[in-house]
């Protein structure tokens, strides 16, 4: 069981200080408001930061409050969304909005248990929300914060269970600077403590790591590295093969399906009645179900069997 102490303070000032002076700049990273540190959130997940740094700008000109987003249609948002995919993260921030006029009166709740009642928002961002946008000190534990906490404390990305890794990332937190905190992890995660082989040399937190401790005494050759590859044997095999193209998934034909829709006039129905790709004209009817009962399109009569008309919802 490793040591969950408190956390050096010294570990802390040289994770800061490294932020300090090589942190990422990103447009968003500028702000206070916590509105545009919600749609930057929103945006961040599961895409990469350049992208969502460049359509954050954007959107945020064409939706600055929360306000202005909850009186958008379903349809403007989505277009403002082109180029993020996850299109249902749009229509959750989208609700969030709406809820944050109807409920909070405009204002993000300065409150975790608001905060993850939100639409779309859960443990992660109501947590990197609060540290952000109101300075809690509360750790935001994603997949990067995991493993560059795991390898520290454990030596291990995946050592600690949930309530462990939180009640660590929670300790680890300055009180005076948790927002620069949240931004400094992140770093660390994205550039030195990488899911394959990490670079040490380049971490601020070498001196304290148990990952690194064992890396430097041979240790941790005995073991795989969580997405480093292999070069010989049956993993090295596993390897080779190649994943499932993408544009064979259901996840391809209804991103294609919505930017099909976005192209169209705003209010207009599209009739998609052909393959897409490389699927067929059911596998397409089956994703515009799938897509109407997410809410992301609309779709023009009930009849699944018949030729279907489609638009990005206008209401
Ligand atoms: S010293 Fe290495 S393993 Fe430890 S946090 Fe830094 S990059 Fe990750």
């Not at 790591?209 to 430097?216: P, S, T, Y």
């Amino acid at each position: 069981m490793p040591d969950l102490g408190p956390f050096p303070s010294a570990l802390r000032d040289a994770i800061l200080a490294w932020y300090g002076s090589r942190g990422r700049s990103l447009p968003f990273r500028g702000t206070t408001d916590p509105y545009a540190i919600l749609v930057s959130e929103a945006m961040a997940q599961q895409t990469q930061v350049a992208r969502a740094g460049e359509t954050w700008i954007r959107f945020m000109e064409r939706f600055p409050t929360a306000a202005a987003l909850a009186a958008a249609t379903p349809a403007d948002v989505l277009r403002a969304w082109q180029g993020l995919g996850y299109n249902r993260r749009a229509l959750n921030l989208w609700r969030a909005a709406r809820r944050i006029v109807e409920v909070h009166g405009g204002r993000v709740p300065a409150d975790l248990a608001a905060l993850q009642a939100l639409p779309g928002v859960g443990p992660y961002t109501a947590r990197a929300v609060a540290a952000l946008a109101f300075g809690m000190p509360v750790g935001a534990v994603d997949t990067n914060v995991r493993r560059v906490l795991g390898r520290i404390v454990a030596g291990d990305s995946a050592a600690l269970g949930a309530t462990a890794l939180q009640k660590v990332a929670d300790a680890a937190v300055p009180l005076d600077r948790p927002g620069a905190w949240t931004h400094a992890l992140m770093d660390v995660g994205a550039t030195s403590c990488r899911p394959g082989r990490p670079d040490c040399a380049s971490c601020p937190a070498q001196a304290w790591c148990r990952f690194a401790a064992a890396e430097l005494a041979g240790g941790n050759r005995a073991r795989p590295v969580p997405g480093a590859r292999s070069v010989t044997g049956p993993a090295a095999t596993a390897a080779r093969e190649a994943p499932p193209a993408f544009a064979t998934t259901s996840r391809w034909l209804r991103g294609r399906i919505v930017d099909q829709l976005r192209a169209a006039q705003d209010g207009a129905w599209i009739v998609l009645d052909a393959p897409i790709g490389e699927h067929d004209r059911a596998a397409v009817a089956a994703a515009l179900e799938a897509l109407a009962r997410d809410g992301l399109v609309e779709l023009d009569g009930a009849d699944p069997t018949a030729a279907r008309r489609a638009r990005l919802p206008i209401r």
